[in-house]
């Protein structure tokens, strides 16, 4: 029994290390790994490439970080991130480019009895409610936003990834843009400390929470907050608009943002009257000298492929952004 | 412990393999055979051998690269990194005490709830159960065993979770229990579900089959001579299964129970999906949401960011490693003086 015991330990212990470490690519198959946001995108568009082409594509939805490790390692053929590389990231794998893929919108679901779909919040109170200043949902400054809607006194239940995540990098970069005393006491980050609350482990462990649990609020991706049928708010966005998160308002907030040339720039907060603010793009991680195969792949991604993000709850790109793209994939080797 | 009662079964056996062996190849002429023999016997040996030290330097090498990669912050942060309070990557503070807590805490209730139940069952199973009943319910046990930790998940979060909102946590929290001194620290807080509670019982509920069944099969071990020896007395069936089977088996069962233990400690799909993943801010709350150093494990390993954000993780792997080492030590140490004390009685 001793040597049970140890051995689950060991397991919990030191069985992530099988994770960062993924397996040596045949020559003929394709492989990726990175982000979970986008995966259900790129695994429909694995599947139809090889209908297409009969190239395979492996996929693995290990998250953004162990997508940077694994190609600053140069164990896949190309990462993805729903963040940018940090500057020290690239200091430890030069010549990794960033190509956008799709944009995602990050809504906020909440499970209210009585309350209608597609309340109003600001982010200010989006803020507070995650900071623990706003506890119950008849808060005069809920109801203040939402006049003719009866909200009951219950306890405001504030759901939160518990894993780091692309989606808490946007939630929480546009939360601190939004409320200095978000930015003070929480941050930004792909896993930061919130101050109250429940927390899921990925998209779907945070849809369920909402679903389970009266009166709470959580952030998920659009597609989750569809496939849960869950109610989500609209939120206002910098020019006062309350924005109901669709993909048309991701793509109208993705066309306002000026990317720069290496495409990393965060996008949230958008100046456009009719742009969702909590908005992110997601990028796949390519070296400059990859295969021809991922060239290929890149290339009709960015093409055909972007013709199934919307059906799959993701913005396709803007046509500037999809040429701009286009052109840095056609200049790989 | 189960290996006690079967070394006694298992040890002639070997003599016996020896003397078919002999008995075989003794009408076979010539000396070349019995060389033969004697070099199969020291590779198997060798083999065996290897086999057994193995698994010593499994052991060793984990706990070597553990501490070889979590160096970065144990030079940081040194002891701190145990007593700290707070875990927050923006800041760069990694402080695992909360985990550590998390995870004793939660073994702590689910052992509480599930002893008596396994304890119940494996004396009902091996001592009063009619054949009908006990085969299909040892069967049934052993399936429960059998259920991914993932599937144990999904059912907390859609069945337990808001069992226990319904029917446990608002119930009390709109009793006066709450107000009383002395455990009102205990039942505070959101009671929505996901929750320290929860996960307790989750972990109460995978860990009883594996006490029942090891239990059970201790309590079936106990010579049928210590009964009737019993029942000669003139003893009841009670009395007899209270001061006879029970203290018999009493070191066998502690080690069932620890085996329990075991199980909870490292377990972290089932825990992670109906703790809330959250540090209190009451540690003993157990209608808050909590964290036990595998869910922190589950939750934060593939986002990290490499350096001291990764260390500090590994460094969670060390505690929880050396936490299990150290909680199975005092096991056996408990294991060792009672079955000291029944040991005049065999």
Redesign the interface.
Known sequence: ??????K???????G?GA?TGASAARAQIITGAGASFPAPLYQRWAQAYKQATGQQINYQS?????GV?NITARAVDFGASDGPMTASEMQNAPGVLHIPMVAGAVVLAYNVRGVPEHIKLTGPVIADIYLGAITRWNDPRITALNPGVNFPAA?I?PAFR????GTTNIFTNYLSQVSPAFRER?????????P??????GNE?VA??VR?????IGYVELAYAENNKLSYADVQNRKGNFIRPTIAATTTAAEAARLPSDFRLIITNTPAAQGYPIVGYTWILVRRDTKPGVKKFLQWALDEGQKMAAPSGYAPLPANVQKRALAVVNSLQ | MTDRPLQGSVRPKPQKVVAEAAAATEPQPGPARPAVRRVGDTVYGGLTFAASLSIFAIILWIAWKLTEQSLPTIRAYGFRFVTGTEWDEVKGVFGVWPFIFGTLYSSFIALVLAVPISLGAAIFLSELAPRWIRTPVTFLIELLAAIPSVIYGLWGIFILLPFLREKVMQPILNSPLPNLPGVSGMFQGYGVGPSMLAAGVILAIMIIPFITAVSRDILRAIPRAQREASYGMGATQWETIQRVVVPYAKSGIIGAVILGLGRAFGETMAVTMVIGNQTPSNPFALFEPGYTMSSALANKFTEASPGLHTAALIEVGLVLFVVAILVNIVARVLVFYTAKDIQGGR
Do not use: E, Y
């Not at chain 1, 029994?1 to 140890?6: A, D, K």
């Not at chain 1, 689950?8 to 030191?14: F, T």
């Open positions: 029994m001793n040597s049970r015991t140890i689950a330990a060991a397991v919990a212990a030191i992530f994770l290990i998250g953004s970080s162990g490790k306890n239940v518990s894993d780091g995540s929480v941050g930004v980050g792909k896993a930061v400390k919130f109250k609350g429940i927390g899921g482990k462990s369920a929470l389970q649990t009266p009166g709470a």
